[in-house]
């Protein structure tokens, strides 16, 4: 993922807020400019600026395009889940043998 | 955020809390149970280290003590940040420790340094981010 555009899609607190809401399911732009206090065109250009920037991803259906957070993220997610799991299970078997 | 990443965990030991809070709170005996070298100041604002002698440096910040019940700190390595919390509770037979460790949202950390150029960060004392 290239660098540059991500930190810049990501400086924007609005941009932030919709990746937020699109983390939480799908959406379109008309839906999350009901739900922002911004102009659908200005929640269009945000999505375009997070598609470019790789963060999310479009999914035209029929006359309409919805977006969801690219996938890797969420691939990161379940990584981490494991690697946390796996050290917290590790630490607590050798606390458990001192401790006893 | 519900949706943030969490693991937990839970242990039963056979010795009481105030017995388990010395191996939360002490820096040495940390070290015993974490691998490595551990430094801690069991307070409230008090920083975190850890080196697992293999490369990987952890460092943080204490957010709450509460004596043999509760213990809170935030970590970082360089690329991810993290809330874990120690609760431990008297048992029939001992007591029991809980952990549970949160990633701090993804969005906002995973490139957090990146935003620590431009602008202040977290604004939590001894943090930094190697």
Same mark, same amino acid.
């Given at each position: 993922?290239?660098?540059?555009?991500?930190?810049?899609?990501?400086?924007?607190?609005?941009?932030?807020?919709?990746?937020?809401?699109?983390?939480?399911?799908?959406?379109?732009?008309?839906?999350?400019?009901?739900?922002?206090?911004?102009s659908r065109q200005a929640v269009a250009k945000h999505l375009s600026a997070l598609s470019a920037a790789g963060l999310v991803e479009r999914h035209p259906a029929g006359r309409d395009v919805r977006y969801t957070v690219t996938p890797?993220?969420?691939?990161?997610?379940?990584?981490?889940?494991?690697?946390?799991?796996g050290a917290w299970d590790s630490r607590l078997q050798r606390l458990r043998s001192l401790v006893e | 955020m519900d949706t943030d990443p969490q693991v937990e965990r839970s242990l039963e030991l056979p010795v009481s809390p105030r017995? %388990? &809070?010395?191996?939360?709170? #002490?820096?040495? =005996?940390?070290?015993?149970? *974490?691998?490595?070298?551990? /430094?801690?100041?069991?307070?409230?604002?008090?920083?975190?280290?850890?080196?697992?002698?293999?490369?990987?440096?952890?460092?943080?910040?204490?957010?709450?003590?509460?004596?043999?019940?509760?213990? %809170? &700190?935030?970590?970082?390595? #360089?690329?991810? =940040?993290?809330?874990?919390? *120690?609760?431990?509770?008297? /048992?029939?037979?001992?007591?029991?420790?809980?952990?549970?460790?949160?990633?701090?949202?993804?969005?906002?950390?995973?490139?957090?340094?990146?935003?620590?150029?431009?602008?202040?960060?977290?604004?939590?004392?001894?943090?930094?981010?190697?």
């Open positions: 993922m290239d660098v540059q555009p991500v930190f810049a899609a990501l400086a924007d607190p609005t941009r932030r807020e919709v990746l937020r809401r699109l983390s939480a399911g799908s959406a379109s732009a008309t839906e999350l400019a009901a739900q922002l206090p911004i890797a993220p969420l691939a990161e997610a379940v990584r981490w889940m494991g690697e946390v799991g | 017995k %388990v &809070w010395e191996y939360l709170t #002490d820096g040495a =005996l940390l070290g015993e149970w *974490f691998g490595g070298e551990v /430094t801690i100041e069991p307070v409230e604002g008090g920083a975190v280290s850890f080196d697992d002698h293999r490369g990987g440096l952890r460092r943080g910040e204490v957010e709450q003590v509460e004596e043999a019940r509760l213990l %809170v &700190w935030t970590w970082s390595d #360089d690329q991810r =940040l993290s809330r874990v919390e *120690f609760r431990l509770t008297p /048992t029939v037979a001992g007591s029991r420790l809980t952990v549970l460790e949160t990633l701090i949202p993804w969005e906002f950390h995973h490139f957090e340094p990146l935003l620590l150029h431009q602008q202040q960060p977290f604004n939590r004392g001894p943090m930094a981010l190697v």
